[in-house]
């Protein structure tokens, strides 16, 4: 799909039919730097086929690691890996790169990598990262963009994150495997993606209390035992399906979702914008009339409504009766939707960390620019209540975590190609 730069997308006057919702992209990455813990063949299923995966399959085999991915399956074979320096030409191409550096350092006790990319939502430091692993006995330099680091031995610590950062919280729970000793994290993460890495990693044969909370004690255990893992479905990507609903008359499934724990606060979001949503055992059956209704959002750390489908619901709620506003709280630079949205006669106003979002609005299709993934999603979304045609450039940003957005708009009828 590389040489298709754009998508082109019709208003869509209802939508019908039903979307497969993918495996998750921010779960199997970390799942995926996991696997360094142990000596042996892991597999993976239901894994998405998006690029960020492709980026991390290569970090591996930087470290020798074996990758194979195929039809949703990827198995990893870890028993020949070695140490190398991990170039920023390949680090900078994904934020989860960092990642690595837990489980690098329990394993060979030093790492040189390059600093991590991402999409550009905000300044995006490392701080809490490197300050966790500097309480576990890590000696930390950066120089150009090179990071390196160095222990004796990793030792188990009790630190306090001054942010429940989600990739924080993954890398130091991975680096606190190795460690010696007991580990205690406090204000820690607790999304979806933190959960179903404990669980793996205590498959793995790893000891972790306070699965689920802001408290983890982690007692090192040194190396692993190989495992296989099965992939939970994307909760942003169904949440993406969901917020659309609300903005097009819509009878429609998302297919396996079985179970909408994960997604309780998006549907809650939904259910305020005017969607039904009914579960069933394997699916979730949504239903709208297109008329969303108003209203003030924020986003906000698990459980509450996730920062990744903050620029869907701006999206939406130009259609909304009456004016709405949505705050975000997590990043601090995260409104790049507004300004292409204005391309499309969109009229949003940005105060501090709050957007007003003007309704009824009377979108015109033209051609608008993805920069980052969730924004570039979120423009697609906009083709759909833009009067004509809107095209979407760019859209290698979007192939990074969603498999086949064009199939999925297909699959509930809506007029949608690579041009
Ligand atoms: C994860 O990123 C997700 N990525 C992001 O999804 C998501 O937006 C984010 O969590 C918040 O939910 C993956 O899981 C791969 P953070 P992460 O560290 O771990 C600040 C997507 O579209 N911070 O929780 O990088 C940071 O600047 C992606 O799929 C520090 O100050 O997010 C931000 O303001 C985009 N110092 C806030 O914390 C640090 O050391 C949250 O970041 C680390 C983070």
């Known amino acids: 799909m590389d040489c298709l730069k754009a998508i082109s997308v019709k208003e869509a006057a ?18 995926m730097a996991a696997t360094l813990l142990s000596s042996g063949i892991s597999v993976i299923y239901n894994c998405p086929m998006i690029e960020d995966v492709q980026v991390m399959c290569q970090l591996l085999e930087c470290l020798h690691v074996k990758t194979r991915l195929e039809d949703h399956v990827l198995t990893i074979d870890t028993r020949n890996a070695s140490y190398e320096v991990l170039p920023d030409t390949l680090t900078k191409k994904l934020r989860s790169s960092v990642l690595l550096l837990g489980p690098i350092l329990a394993r ?16 995006r430091p490392i701080d809490i990262h490197l300050e966790g692993l500097m309480r576990m006995n890590v000696d930390v330099r950066v120089h150009k963009d090179i990071l ?8 188990g610590t009790e630190y306090h994150l001054h942010f429940p950062s989600v990739g924080a919280t993954e890398n130091l729970i991975m ?16 999304e979806p993606e933190i959960i179903e890495l404990c669980n793996y990693l205590l498959s793995m044969g790893a000891l972790i209390e ?15 035992t190989s495992c296989d893992y099965c992939n939970v479905y994307d909760r942003i990507v169904a949440g993406t399906y969901l917020l659309m609903a609300a903005a097009v008359p819509s009878d429609i499934k998302l297919t396996g979702i079985e179970d909408i724990h994960y997604l309780k606060n998006v549907i809650q979001v939904a259910s305020k914008l005017g ?48 004016n709405s506003s949505v705050t975000e709280t997590v990043f601090e630079n995260r409104f790049g939707i507004v300004k292409e949205l204005a391309k499309l006669d969109a009229k949003i106003d940005i105060k501090g960390q709050t957007a007003f979002i003007k309704g009824n609005a009377r979108l015109q299709g033209h051609t608008v620019k993805a920069a980052d ?20 450039t760019d859209i290698s940003y979007i192939e990074r975590g969603y498999e086949d957005i064009v199939r999925d708009l297909q699959s509930v009828g809506v007029e949608a190609t690579y041009v």
Request: aromatic share 6%.
């Open 148 to 155: 390196t680091c160095e222990t004796f031995y990793l030792q």
């Open 275 to 322: 969607v039904n949503v009914i579960k069933f055992e394997h699916y979730l059956s949504i239903q709208s009339l297109g008329k969303v209704l108003a209203n003030d959002f924020k986003t906000g750390i698990y459980p509450e409504f996730p920062t990744d489908l903050q620029p869907v619901l701006i999206t939406v709620l130009l259609k909304a009766g009456g």
């Open 175 to 190: 680096a606190a495997v190795g460690a010696k000793g007991r580990t205690i994290l406090r204000g820690a993460a607790k």
């Open 210 to 224: 306070g699965v689920g909370t802001d408290v983890l004690i982690i007692k090192g255990t040194g190396e692993l």
């Open 373 to 392: 993934l969730r924004q570039g999603a979120a423009l697609v979304i906009a083709g759909l209540i833009c009067k004509g045609y809107t095209t979407v």
């Open 14 to 31: 209802l939508l019908k039919g039903s979307i497969e919702i993918q495996g998750s992209k921010n779960t199997v990455l970390p799942i």
């Open 108 to 123: 060979w006790q030093k790492a040189e990598i390059g600093m991590p990319g991402g999409c550009a939502i905000g300044q």
